[in-house]
Structures are given as structure tokens and as C-alpha cells.
């Protein structure tokens, strides 16, 4: 597989990439119970510079009796796009940047653990427990300037980090009601010379817990209710914990003074977003067309109108002691995006 990509960056410039791939993989029954599948991945990137990888990869199942399995698994990953994402508490700024000369492709190895269980062919369990190393990862600097830069790659430092956790799943496959519940326990951290005085941190998308359940149930016929219900830990963002006042200007106008304030940060990721939830739901009516199939949907997303946290902005809290843009207080808001969304949607097939 090949691909050309064009980044284009919000100051305008762009960058051009070319990728490719080549891969193979097989399954070997070793026994009647044991399963492997071996394959490597070998990948070409060229920006300026041109990288190449070898991404090997092997699972194995193997079958304890007929409705229970285990398996594990290994991969290494080399990627050569970047999510570079922020962790300010105002609105997020994530660029897709690819690397370069002086920006090396990650690097991850995951190693996993689980298991299978079939219940009488009505419930299925699944578990699986993970770790990912990762190194060679890019975030953005203290201090970086982030607009209308046209040296982005020099607001860039280079770390490594750590995936780990466990999900399990629960699986109703038979009768009426059927759905599923699933349950990550997670902790995803980095580590950055420049960044934390070096020290480990979670970065914006560490998520502790995450819940999701979801259900079907026909009403009727022609009609099935369909819900589901999302939960997660928020994310973990930067707060400033005070400002620093520093003099722009002697100030010539009504006898003002002005001054500019820069946030202090006494840490990465010293605080979490709200909790995250949400429900959806909706009702299908299956139509009888003269030709092909068709189904009317009436849904609701965020059913009971959560207003969950998209990021936090600080409210100045102004005075009038003549010295101009050096409000005595931040009053943090949380700034939410969608309330309920009903809608209808209508597909047909022929």
C-alpha cells in the first residue's frame, strides 16, 4: 500500500509526504488447539528525508475447550504522522504534523493478554490486558507560540511514554434484549526532559475509567428501541495557578498604566475536566417499500441534555485602580457544546 499526503498548517505552509508499505502474514495450526499468525510490515516515508521501518507482529489463540480461548498478542508500530496535542485549558490545538528531518517517527511495542468465553451460546465474556511502551513522542514545549509561526518544528520536544491497562466485556448474543457493557481501567503517561522538570504526567487523553452500555430491544414487528450510555473520566488538562504582571508600555493615556499578564503553571496536567456522559437513543421503523428496503430512525443524541465540559476560559475580573488590563481576579467557565439532538433519518436500499 501507498499513499501521498499534503499538510497544510494553520500559517499556510505546506509540507508533502510520500508512504509506503509492504506486508505479509500467516496462520499456522500447530495443533488442533493452538493457533499463530506471524507478519512483519515493511514501510518507506519520505519528507525531506526518508525513514523506513519493520513492524513484526504475532498473535497466538489457543483453544482451552470449545467455549473458552485464550490469546496474546505483540506488535511494534512505527508511525510517521503526529497528533501533537495540547493540554491548556482553553480550546484545543491539535495539529496532524508529519516527521521530518528533525522530527523521528514514533516508535510503540504493545504486548496483550485475554481471553474468550462463550456461555451457551448466549453470553460472551472477553478480557484483555495491554501494555504499550512508546518513545520518540512529540508534544509541544513551555511556552510554545503556537500562532502564525512559520518554524512550528522549533516549539517541539521529544520524550517517551507509557499504555497500560485492562478491558472486559460482557455480551448478550441471544433473546430479545441483546447489547453489550464494556469497561477499560486505563492510565497513559509521558515523559519529556523540557517538559514537568522531567517528571511523569498524563497527558490530555489519559482516561481512567470508561464505561459503555448498549441495548437493543424489538417493540414491535417493525419497530426496535436501540439505546446506548457513554461514560469517561475527563481529561487531564493544564491550569494556571496564578499570573505574573509585567510592564508593556509606560502608559501615556488619562494617566493608565499598562501591563501584560502571563499564566503560571505549576505543573502539566494538574487538574481533570468533569466526568464525561452521555446517552443516545433511538427508535427504528422498518418500512415495506414496493423495492429494496428502506427504515425510518427517530434519535435523540444526549438524551438528557448533559452539558459536558469542551474546555475551560477564564473570565477577567476587572478593576478600576487606573492601571489598564490588570484585573484582580479569573473567574474559570466551563464552555459545554451540545445539548440534545433529535433528528430523522431515512435509508433505503435497492
Do not use: C
Amino acid at each position: 500500500d501507498s499513499e501521498q499526503a499534503t499538510e497544510t498548517l494553520s500559517k499556510g505552509e505546506d509540507l508533502n509526504s510520500r508512504e509506503a508499505g509492504i506486508y505479509f502474514a500467516d496462520d499456522w495450526d500447530i495443533t488442533k488447539k493452538l493457533r499463530v499468525n506471524v507478519g512483519t510490515r515493511f514501510t518507506l516515508f519520505s519528507n525531506g528525508k526518508t525513514y523506513s521501518g519493520i513492524e513484526p507482529r504475532a498473535s497466538a489463540r489457543y483453544l482451552v475447550h470449545d467455549n473458552f480461548s485464550i490469546k496474546a498478542s505483540y506488535a511494534r508500530m512505527q508511525q510517521y504522522k503526529h497528533l501533537v496535542a495540547s493540554s491548556g485549558a482553553s480550546l484545543p490545538t491539535d495539529i496532524w504534523y508529519p516527521s521530518t528531518q528533525k522530527i523521528k517517527p514514533e516508535i510503540s511495542d504493545q504486548a496483550s493478554l485475554g481471553f474468550t468465553w462463550n456461555i451457551n451460546n448466549k453470553f460472551l465474556i472477553t478480557s484483555e490486558g495491554y501494555y504499550k511502551w512508546m518513545r520518540q513522542l512529540v508534544d509541544y514545549k513551555p511556552g510554545a507560540s503556537l500562532l502564525v509561526n512559520e518554524n512550528l518544528e522549533n516549539e517541539f520536544v521529544f520524550g517517551r511514554g507509557n499504555s497500560y491497562g485492562s478491558e472486559i466485556t460482557f455480551e448478550k448474543t441471544a433473546g430479545k434484549l441483546r447489547g453489550w457493557i464494556g469497561y477499560t481501567l486505563a492510565w497513559t503517561t509521558r515523559q519529556f526532559d523540557a517538559i514537568n522538570n522531567g517528571k511523569m504526567f498524563y497527558p490530555r487523553f489519559d482516561r481512567r475509567h470508561e464505561l459503555s452500555v448498549v441495548a437493543s430491544y424489538p417493540l414491535a414487528r417493525r419497530l426496535t428501541f436501540s439505546g446506548s450510555w457513554t461514560f469517561y473520566t475527563g481529561n487531564a488538562v493544564s491550569l494556571p495557578t496564578g499570573r505574573t504582571i509585567g510592564i508593556d508600555a509606560p502608559g501615556t493615556l488619562d494617566n493608565n498604566t499598562f501591563f501584560n499578564l502571563s499564566p503560571v503553571y505549576p505543573e502539566r496536567s494538574n487538574y481533570r475536566m468533569p466526568d464525561y456522559h452521555r446517552l443516545d437513543v433511538g427508535i427504528i421503523l422498518k418500512l415495506r417499500p414496493k423495492r429494496g428496503s428502506a427504515d425510518l430512525t427517530f434519535s435523540a443524541y444526549n438524551a438528557y441534555s448533559r452539558l459536558n465540559a469542551y474546555f475551560i476560559a477564564f473570565e477577567a475580573i476587572e478593576n478600576n485602580d487606573g492601571m489598564v488590563g490588570t484585573p484582580t481576579g479569573f473567574n474559570p467557565r466551563a464552555i459545554t457544546l451540545f445539548p440534545i439532538i433529535p433528528s430523522i433519518t431515512y435509508n433505503f436500499k435497492f
